[in-house]
T-cell receptor, first 118, second 119 residues
């Protein structure tokens, strides 16, 4: 596609509900990142995929957060038993190269999914 | 651990004027990248400009330029001839070099500066 797309753009969930957020990276991009952006804050790293392998999940805030990218393309971020503190914009970014490649490759961001937990 | 600090939560500038956004960072790394990203209201984050720490020359991209002071760990963004379309949140970000000299991947962002360009 022309850019990174994310769906849904807005999601309202009741506390305790499970949610699934989708990211469609740019075709052919190897690397995929998820970031969480709380209101009034900068984005914070959640997890990283290289193709289908989840190589870094050090930023996931709790075991209620789970991400997958089974075929090395589309990725889903799942949040179980949502809490109010999960309210944020979830950003996905993709990049052409491997994370530890020899050269720099720009991360392209999607528009984000704004999650509101009531 | 790396940190990025943007001390100006909000700034405003008149159209056609020049404005400078401040950023400081803390790291023990010697090789890294620094970035300025723009996030317009309800639109996606886009890269404005990138600086590689080993390069002494300040990066420029049309109306956007940086003042990179490695020893002071300072990385400011200057926007010349400000336009209404420059109105956005601006984030300063840091990325370590990877083991092979390329990108390590994870971006570390500051809290952002909200820039308003007034007609």
């Amino acid at each position: 596609g022309a850019g990174v797309s994310q769906s849904p753009r807005y999601k309202v969930a009741k506390r305790g509900q499970d949610v699934a957020l989708r990211c469609d990276p740019i075709s052919g991009h190897v690397s995929l990142f998820w970031y969480q952006q709380a209101l009034g804050q900068g984005p914070e790293f959640l997890t990283y995929f290289q193709n289908e392998a989840q190589l870094d999940k050090s930023g996931l805030p709790s075991d209620r957060f789970f991400a997958e990218r089974p075929e090395g393309s589309v990725s889903t971020l799942k949040i179980q038993r949502t809490q109010q503190e999960d309210s944020a914009v979830y950003l996905c970014a993709s990049s052409l190269s491997f994370r530890d490649s020899f050269s720099y490759n720009e991360q392209f961001f999607g528009p984000g999914t704004r999650l509101t937990v009531l | 651990a790396q940190t990025v600090t943007q001390s100006q939560p909000e700034m405003s500038v008149q159209e056609a004027e020049t404005v400078t956004l401040s950023c400081t960072y803390d790291t023990s790394e010697n090789n890294y990248y620094l970035f300025w990203y723009k996030q317009p209201p309800s639109r996606q984050m886009i890269l404005v400009i990138r600086q590689e720490a080993y390069k002494q020359q300040n990066a420029t991209e049309n109306r956007f330029s940086v003042n990179f002071q490695k020893a002071a760990k300072s990385f400011s963004l200057k926007i010349s001839d400000s336009q209404l379309g420059d109105t956005a949140m601006y984030f300063c970000a840091f990325m370590k070099h990877g083991d092979y000299g390329g990108s390590q991947g994870n971006l570390i962002f500051g809290k952002g500066t909200k820039l308003s360009v007034k007609p």
